[in-house]
């Protein structure tokens, strides 16, 4: 006798555990990376430089000892776990869902937060505006400008020729009764 098949449950485990760390990882970085390009920005005049000649060669050679290696690639650590995210999920032929997709730049792997790092509107480029199974929502990411596009009709109407056989047969249905 044959075993029982098992439902179908999506893929390994293992592989959704970490798609799905990847993902937490890389929405837990965004913010400090954000944070961090935000000051450098504004400069905030909380510290000025300092000539290196007037710093001591003692404090110079410590300070350069006690930087930690990796300190400049913190800022890019989402990006690189969201791009490792897609990865993953297309060596192993496992789908993301909808919303993690649509949640992360498909050109420079940024996490889109609304009216912070993308913008976002609705747009219907038929004749005036008139055709409402037209309407697209349009995602821009402020990092490098790529727009992601949504069409929101609900579904698109059927054809001519489908829609004269469907009634056709509901004419034949009403004589035959």
């Given at each position: 006798m044959a075993k029982a098949k098992k439902g179908a449950s999506g893929g390994?485990?293992?592989?959704?555990?970490r798609i799905e760390y990847l993902r937490k990882a890389a929405i837990?970085?965004?913010?400090?990376?954000?944070?961090?390009?935000?000051?450098v920005s504004k400069g905030g005049g909380q510290s000025t430089p300092v000539p290196l000649?007037?710093?001591?060669?003692?404090?110079?050679?410590?300070?350069?000892?006690?930087?930690?290696?990796g300190t400049a690639t913190t800022g890019h650590l989402s990006r690189i776990y969201v791009s490792h995210m897609?990865?993953?999920?297309?060596?192993?032929?496992?789908?993301?869902?909808?919303?993690?997709?649509?949640?992360?730049?498909?050109?420079?792997?940024?996490?889109l937060i609304p009216n912070v790092n993308c913008t976002q509107e609705m747009r219907?480029?038929?004749?005036?505006?008139?055709?409402?199974w037209a309407n697209v929502w349009v995602?821009?990411?402020a990092a490098c400008g790529t727009e992601k596009r949504f069409p929101q009709a609900e579904?698109?109407?059927?054809?001519?020729?489908?829609?004269?056989?469907?009634?056709?047969?509901?004419?034949?249905?009403?004589?035959?009764?």
């Open positions: 390994p485990s293992h592989i959704r555990a837990y970085l965004q913010p400090m990376s954000a944070s961090d390009s935000e000051q000649a007037k710093i001591p060669t003692e404090t110079r050679e410590n300070d350069a000892n006690n930087v930690p290696r897609r990865g993953v999920s297309l060596k192993t032929q496992l789908r993301l869902p909808i919303e993690v997709k649509r949640s992360f730049c498909k050109r420079c792997d940024t996490r219907n480029e038929s004749r005036g505006g008139k055709k409402p995602v821009r990411c579904k698109r109407s059927k054809k001519l020729s489908e829609r004269k056989k469907e009634k056709e047969k509901d004419k034949e249905r009403s004589t035959e009764t």
